[in-house]
């Protein structure tokens, strides 16, 4: 390697533009097809002519109960969510491992898969596979779940980065950031408010009211580590377009705003656990807005910008100032273990 | 809760009997479904008439390089040959998730890599997702790795626990105990020889050649964490048969049992990464057995014993000795973290 320091940092794992060069610069030379490549939220796996979504993800959210979830609840919705965004909204079934510290009380073990329990009944989901293992203590931070999640794309349904097109409408289907700014307040214990709760939840039925109506969706993703702003640049990044955003239509809570100010974040940066980002034909944007409104979920949603061939590889934000400026990658430092 | 004491401890990711007691009180009533509770070592799930494999591990092996392979390698290999236990043979995809502590050499993570991609080019396995987390220094050792897979699982083949039956011969593809006592020896720098080498290997193409001919295989086992003699008693637990094994016949090395007569180690509890427990038909053990012995991986393969139904739930071995002893589940304690 040459581009990239000798020893792995937090940043490696904040999702920014460090995770996206290990990824670019270690795993994807070594691991090389044409699935992995796509870098989407789930792969996309033809079988028999099926398509299969499969997804792997690590929860080592710190702490690991907070106001609107706990870790349990983030693995269970997180998988979901992978697979949904992807168009694998038939039949998810998900697997679990355990890396659990020695001298873990079982009393919290019980109540994470309790809540793991009810999102799974929440979503028709199964559990069919399992693992735990047991590290000494000290040598984990209470718990980690690794969740993994096969699911079923329906037919004619192609959802990805390849999908968008110049002049697509971007939609975000509620507040950003309320799940990172409810993890740090808690984690610090900043007495700000009690209105701050996570949005962590389960997408699967607002992905699927989006797909059985004739919206002419490309591309779905949810804004998890990283937040809004780095999931667009990846996307501005890969397409050769660039995006447009408006800063005042972009909906946040006057909580998350306050946090941000005081501890300097912006909230562009901050993950959400339960929004959707869609980019569909500008054509259909208020078709889409009103049925993601539908849900409660998506009472929030907002258009906030467009795909334009303007400018390349860039995210340009017009802000309430009415000036433009550019917002560039999440570097991934100051923000660790948010999922 | 009521039989299990209120904390984690390291025996509870052993793979013996408190293992077996936290998937039994907590696990399998929380996420009750008749997939999971088959507890094999991968689900089998049906979609569209087709069956597929799904399984999931974590692997926190310490030290993460051993002779014979390392964590890398160890979560490939592990992860082909739980699918291939269920006879899921066929197009393997593997997903993994990286949980890196802050400060490890991206050296290392760079061999590690290369292990993977080595393994999944020798079995033509693709990795098609990932997930990369760091998490603070000292909040993990090193590494670890989590692997999800699925496959396919050829028509007509129907592997597990329900297909046993009285008399059903039992065969060791290969030695016992090889990877537990390298990883001891390597982990606590006994200087005893240099001969000790995981098994570590991957049993896909193995499983393939028994498929193949029609050898009524009844379930396959690959006995990892917990060893030969942990596999057995949840297979004489769960079939209510009773498991007659002879010690004279269970293949191990001169080295791995010199190691456990000094640790005082029984090597029926030891990890093997590369071997198959085999329970086919009486009449076709011959044939089983020089099928395995083709492969480079069986060629020390053994008939070690028989189910009976003489007594129920319980695994008896024949001693060297000429008398007959109970072997017991496996505690799970003094052996964390083989795999």
Redesign the interface.
């Known amino acids: 390697?040459n581009n990239?320091?000798?020893?792995?940092?937090?940043?490696?794992?904040?999702g920014g533009k460090l995770?996206l060069q290990?990824?670019k610069e270690?795993?994807l030379p070594?691991?090389k097809?044409s699935?992995?490549e796509k870098l989407e939220d789930?792969?996309r796996?033809n079988?028999?002519g099926?398509n299969?979504a499969?997804?792997?993800?690590?929860?080592?959210v710190n702490p690991i109960f907070f106001p609107g979830g706990d870790i349990g609840k983030l693995a269970i919705t997180g998988t979901i969510n992978d697979l949904a965004m992807q168009g694998g909204i038939i039949?998810p079934?998900i697997?679990?491992?355990?890396?659990?510290?020695?001298?873990?009380?079982?009393?919290n073990?019980?109540k994470i898969?309790?809540s793991?329990?009810e999102e799974?009944l929440k979503n028709n989901v199964?559990?069919?596979?399992?693992?735990?293992?047991?590290?000494?203590k000290?040598?984990?931070?209470k718990i980690?779940i690794?969740?993994?999640g096969?699911s079923?794309i329906p037919e004619k349904v192609d959802l990805g980065v390849h999908r968008i097109k110049e002049g697509d409408a971007i939609i975000v289907s509620g507040t950003i950031g309320d799940h990172g700014a409810t993890i740090l307040s808690t984690r610090y214990d900043f007495k700000l408010s009690n209105s701050l709760i996570s949005d962590c939840a389960s997408l699967k039925d607002l992905v699927k009211s989006l797909l059985e109506n004739d919206l002419e969706i490309h591309c779905l993703r949810d804004p998890t580590r990283g937040g809004l702003g780095t999931i667009l640049n990846e996307i501005a990044l890969k397409t050769n377009f660039g995006i447009i955003i408006d800063e005042s239509k972009i909906p946040i809570k006057n909580d998350v705003r306050a946090l941000c100010e005081i501890l300097g974040i912006d909230p562009l940066y901050l993950a959400c656990e339960g929004r959707i980002v869609c980019f569909s034909s500008w054509e259909k944007r208020n078709d889409v807005l009103s049925i993601i409104k539908e849900n409660p979920l998506g009472e929030n949603a907002m258009l906030i910008g467009r795909v334009t061939s303007k400018f390349s590889n860039k995210v340009i934000m017009k802000t309430t100032l009415g000036v433009k400026r550019i917002v560039s990658m999440f570097l991934g430092e100051n923000l660790?273990?948010i999922c």
Request: net charge negative; proline share 1%.
């Open positions: 390697m990239i320091e000798n020893i792995i940092r937090l940043a490696h794992g904040g995770t290990l990824i270690i795993f070594a691991f097809n699935i992995l789930s792969a796996i079988f028999n099926k299969i499969f997804t792997i993800d690590a929860y080592t039949d079934f697997s679990a491992a355990f890396i659990i510290e020695e001298g873990f009380e079982i009393e073990l019980e898969v309790k793991m329990k799974c199964k559990i069919v596979a399992g693992d735990t293992k047991v590290v000494e000290g040598l984990a931070d980690y690794i969740t993994a096969i079923f660790p273990r």
